[in-house]
């Protein structure tokens, strides 16, 4: 079984780009969640899909970021315009249940580097 | 405010020695507590969490609701287990919010 997928592994861009970041969650995952890493610190929640709404989005940090869900399948997330305190690691989870409670595990992706310079 | 603390960034201990490593959480509810781990080239997986009560590999957790810990702990290191650990708390069962709250995370290192 396929686990889940992001893409892309690592991106550069310049301040004031936009980037666009992608993840296929676990087939038949309900449940879909963006995360980020900043270096040196916490994997902090960014916001949480129930199919295709958005269930909790409090984490988004501002207006710059926009994440969909078109269908109930894959995310994207996009950043823009991109600034240098963006720079960090986005892994998207899924779970078959909300925040796995009933399995207690939410499947992490590889995760996607955004570097902003 | 609900927030996951790991005290530690690195920690590393010989092979064979005992490991612990410390996780204390604030949080209002009655939360879930979860150890990932996060192995050299692989993603994060799920180590354990505190209501299965369950030994993993050779590690186990106890939730104190009293000193609001939930501490890692293994008898005897292996080399294998060099990772990043993680302690995460949810909110979900007690009607709180689903989302995970993360520490920072430790990096073990087990010396030969």
Redesign the interface.
């Known amino acids: 079984e396929a686990g889940v997928t992001q893409f892309p592994s690592h991106s550069v861009i310049e301040k004031g780009q936009t980037v666009t970041l992608r993840c296929d969650p676990i087939s038949g995952h309900d449940n879909l969640y963006w995360y980020r890493r900043v270096m040196g610190k916490e994997i902090k929640f960014l916001l949480h899909f129930v199919k295709e709404s958005k269930q909790d989005e409090s984490g988004m940090p501002n207006n710059r970021f926009l994440a969909e869900r078109t269908g109930g399948t894959y995310s994207t997330l996009k950043v823009q315009p991109a600034e240098l305190e963006d720079s960090g690691v986005y892994f998207c989870a899924s779970s078959q249940d909300p925040g796995g409670v009933n399995t207690g595990e939410l499947f992490f992706g590889e995760g996607s580097r955004l570097t902003v310079l | 405010a609900q927030r996951?603390t790991q005290p530690e960034k690195l920690l590393s201990v010989f092979k064979g020695a005992p490991v612990e490593l410390k996780c204390n959480y604030s949080y209002s509810g009655s939360p879930?507590l979860?150890w990932y781990v996060q192995y050299s080239r692989q993603?994060?997986?799920?180590l354990l969490?505190h209501?299965?009560r369950e030994s993993i590999k050779g590690f186990t957790a106890d939730l104190n609701k009293g000193e609001t810990s939930f501490h890692l702990k293994k008898p005897f290191a292996q080399e294998e287990d060099s990772a990043m650990y993680?302690c995460?708390l949810?909110g979900?069962?007690s009607g709180g919010?689903?989302?995970?709250?993360?520490?920072?995370?430790t990096r073990l290192k087990v010396l030969a």
């Open positions: 996951v879930e979860f993603r994060l997986q799920l969490r209501i299965s993680y995460a949810s979900g069962r919010t689903y989302k995970y709250i993360f520490g920072t995370g």
